[in-house]
């Protein structure tokens, strides 16, 4: 399978603990996107990558949250001091880079992250 | 704000019915519009753009500016239709996506 694939696929921690995700691009897809995910709402904006340049970020990426993309290629994302109203299903995905709308935004399983 | 807006939380209709989907945007800009399919246990995957005017799988979308919507219909629903439903927007400056809430469509046999 050579599309967008996140690890780990679930994740249950204490609150205040660390958690990092992990997203793997389809490859030579040069921007990468990171949104979130609670029930009964669509996905929300948090950042997004030309290739390693992070180059936009949402408000809801509080100081808690970090991104990375440290060779272009795959990204992790960080919380720290995990907090409850964390918890949501964290959505990964790439694009070829391409001009206008034919930039085609492919999606990965996504990281259900639960926070006790 | 750039915002999209779908209405209906669930729609149920019969195997053959018409099918509609809501979208409404807020967007002063020249917008673009896709629709966002997720089948159960599938990622989510692009249906369709606004930009392209095609059918897939039955299903099309025009872009009406002066209502500031982009409705998803199909003439004839299938059971395989079934599935959750977004609509998303992009905006002129910008390559992030704004999704609306999201349509459950049940097709009932």
């Known amino acids: 399978d050579t599309g967008v694939s996140q690890n780990p696929r679930h994740k249950i921690t204490k609150r205040g603990q660390n958690v990092t995700f992990r997203c793997d691009p389809i490859s030579e897809h040069n921007r990468l996107y990171w949104y979130r995910q609670t029930l009964g709402q669509g996905p929300e904006f948090l950042t997004y990558?030309?290739?390693?340049?992070?180059?936009?970020k949402s408000r809801l990426l509080s100081d808690r949250f970090s991104a990375e993309r440290p060779k272009g290629s795959f990204s992790t994302l960080e919380i720290q001091r995990t907090e409850q109203g964390d918890s949501a299903m964290y959505l990964c995905?790439?694009?070829?880079?391409?001009?206008?709308?034919?930039?085609?935004?492919?999606f990965g399983p996504g990281t259900r992250l639960t926070v006790l | 704000a750039q915002r999209v807006t779908q209405p209906e939380k669930l729609l149920s209709v019969f195997k053959g019915a018409p099918v509609e989907l809501k979208c409404n945007y807020s967007?002063?800009?020249?917008?673009?519009l896709f629709w966002y399919v997720q089948y159960s246990r599938q990622r989510l995957q692009l249906l369709l753009r606004h930009i392209s005017r095609e059918s897939i799988k039955g299903f099309t979308a025009d872009l009406n500016k002066g209502e500031t919507s982009f409705h998803l219909k199909k003439p004839f629903a299938q059971e395989e239709d079934s599935a959750m439903y977004y609509c998303?927007?992009?905006?002129?400056?910008?390559?992030?996506?704004?999704f609306g809430s999201g349509t459950r469509l049940l097709v009932r046999p």
């Open positions: 995905a790439s694009s070829p880079g391409l001009r206008g709308s034919t930039d085609t935004q492919y």
């Open positions: 990558f030309q290739n390693e340049a992070q180059l936009e």
């Open positions: 998303a927007l992009r905006v002129d400056s910008s390559y992030k996506l704004i």
């Open positions: 967007y002063s800009g020249s917008p673009e």
